[in-house]
């Protein structure tokens, strides 16, 4: 069975503050991966993906990529109110492969 | 603007019922997904298919059938709904061969009395 795992939160954090999320996956044939953002009673939409070991920013998001350590996380910097949501991690093997999610991380930035 | 669009947002059925729950895309995208979403197991892949007439089973197949005999329009069906699939059911769609860029539906929030 090919798990994505998250800590369920929530996570505070003050406003301003970066807030740093992350995900464990345990497949090791896993070639892409991918941040979802879910507010309350809302479907969840994409925000970043990753797909090579490193960084990739986009705005105040970073993604980071760790295959050895099978590990990925979402920094949000300068974090707002309005960043307060359930963030989901996802990962597939690439292709048409199917996408595994993690069960989330509930994020509340503190005004 | 890309649009995924589900046709009812909330639905109330008895057990027993048939239940159809509809989907249509207008990005002409080739993948379509029909996933459900608890609290505490996050979102689970019931089906999903690859091209029209075509279906595949996700990881919660059972209770569940599919339909997509337009490129446009994926629909899932409930045969007889029993209480346990009380849930958010949310509708996906992407293009090409990665299936982790989903576009997803508003969600249909289904209760079975």
């Known amino acids: 069975q090919k798990e994505v795992e998250q800590n369920s939160g929530p996570l505070s954090v003050p406003e301003g503050a970066i807030a740093s999320l992350n995900c464990t996956y345990s497949d090791r044939g896993s070639q892409s991966f991918f941040w979802y953002r879910q507010y309350s009673g809302k479907s969840p939409e994409l925000i970043m993906f990753i797909y090579s070991n490193g960084d990739k920013e986009d705005g105040r998001f970073t993604a980071q990529l760790n295959k050895a350590s099978q590990y990925v996380s979402l920094l949000i910097r300068d974090s707002q109110p309005s960043d307060s949501a359930t963030y989901l991690c996802a990962v597939n093997a690439g292709g048409y492969q199917k996408v595994t999610f993690g069960t989330g991380t509930k994020l509340q930035v503190i005004p | 603007d890309v649009k995924v669009t589900q046709s009812s947002r909330y639905l109330v059925k008895r057990t027993g019922e048939k239940v159809f729950l509809e989907c249509v895309q207008d990005?002409?995208?080739?993948?379509m997904f029909w996933y459900r979403q608890d609290p505490g197991l996050g979102l689970r892949l019931i089906y999903f298919s690859y091209d029209v007439k075509m279906k595949e089973k996700g990881d919660i197949p059972e209770g569940y059938s599919v339909s997509r005999e337009k490129k446009e329009r994926f629909s899932l069906i409930l045969e007889s709904a029993s209480t346990n699939q009380t849930s958010m059911y949310l509708c996906a769609s992407t293009r090409g061969t990665n299936t982790g860029e989903l576009f997803f539906g508003e969600g249909s929030r289904l209760t079975v009395l």
């Open positions: 990005m002409d995208h080739e993948n």
